[in-house]
């Protein structure tokens, strides 16, 4: 089973006020209802709390959770 980077949980709930029981390996930012501005401003929020720069592009209204943290700790040179 994947799992999510504790800092994407943190972010969603205390910025977002995205309830904790929505944020599963599975959910996107569609899902979680948070269209393109949220999208952006999670994502500055997100390298703030990480340090990591994203890649242009990773954060898609499709992109799952699971997915991010990948991209999170490929970018960060974190071994899964």
Request: a negative charge; hydrophobic letters at 50%.
């Given at each position: 089973m994947?799992?999510?980077?504790?800092?994407?949980t943190d972010v969603l709930s205390r910025t977002f006020k995205v309830p904790v029981a929505e944020i599963v390996p599975?959910?996107?930012m569609d899902s979680?209802?948070?269209?393109?501005l949220a999208a952006a401003e999670f994502a500055?929020?997100?390298r703030e709390a990480s340090g990591v720069e994203l890649d242009t592009g990773v954060?898609?209204?499709g992109?799952?959770?699971a997915e991010l943290t990948?991209?999170?700790h490929a970018a960060a040179?974190?071994?899964?």
């Amino acid at each position: 089973m994947s799992s999510i980077d504790p800092r994407i949980t943190d972010v969603l709930s205390r910025t977002f006020k995205v309830p904790v029981a929505e944020i599963v390996p599975e959910s996107t930012m569609d899902s979680l209802d948070m269209d393109s501005l949220a999208a952006a401003e999670f994502a500055v929020v997100l390298r703030e709390a990480s340090g990591v720069e994203l890649d242009t592009g990773v954060l898609t209204r499709g992109t799952t959770l699971a997915e991010l943290t990948a991209h999170l700790h490929a970018a960060a040179g974190v071994a899964r």
